[in-house]
Nanobody
Framework: QVQLIESGGGLVQAGGSLRLSCTAS????????MGWFRQAPGKEREFVAANRWSDGRRNYADSVKGRFTISSDNAKNTVYLQLNSLKPEDTAVYYC???????????????WGQGTQVTVSS
C-alpha cells in the first residue's frame, strides 16, 4: 500500500507562485506514474500534470502549460508541482496520485493523497 502525503498549499495572490510536494511511503516510485489533479468546489476532479519515471515523459493540461512544472526526486520519493503565474481559477484542492500508466484519467490512478488547498486571490 502506497501512502502519498502532499504539502505546500496555501494562499497566494494572483501572479504568485507555490511549490507542492508529494512524498510517498514506498522506498521508490520508479515503478509508477505520478500525477497531479485538482478539484474546485462544485467541479469534477481534473488532470493537471503527470510524470513517468521510466523515461521522464511529462504531460500537462492545456490550462497549465507554460505555468506549472512537474518534477521528481527519486532519492527522496518525492514529486513536486511548481505553480507559477497563478490565477484565481487555479484555486482548488490539489491531489497527487500514483498509477501504472501515463494518463489524464482519474480512474487510471490507484493511490491518492489527502489533498492540499491552493487558494489564489485576485
Amino acid at each position: 500500500q502506497v501512502q502519498l502525503i502532499e504539502s505546500g498549499g496555501g494562499l497566494v495572490q494572483a501572479g504568485g507562485s507555490l511549490r507542492l510536494s508529494c512524498t510517498a511511503s514506498e522506498r521508490t516510485l520508479s515503478g509508477y506514474v505520478m500525477g497531479w489533479f485538482r478539484q474546485a468546489p462544485g467541479k469534477e476532479r481534473e488532470f493537471v500534470a503527470a510524470n513517468r519515471w521510466s523515461d521522464g515523459r511529462r504531460n500537462y493540461a492545456d490550462s497549465v502549460k507554460g505555468r506549472f512544472t512537474i518534477s521528481s526526486d527519486n532519492a527522496k520519493n518525492t514529486v513536486y508541482l511548481q505553480l507559477n503565474s497563478l490565477k484565481p481559477e487555479d484555486t482548488a484542492v490539489y491531489y497527487c496520485a500514483a498509477g501504472p500508466q501515463l494518463s489524464e484519467y482519474v480512474g487510471e490512478y490507484v493511490y491518492w493523497g489527502q489533498g492540499t488547498q491552493v487558494t489564489v486571490s485576485s
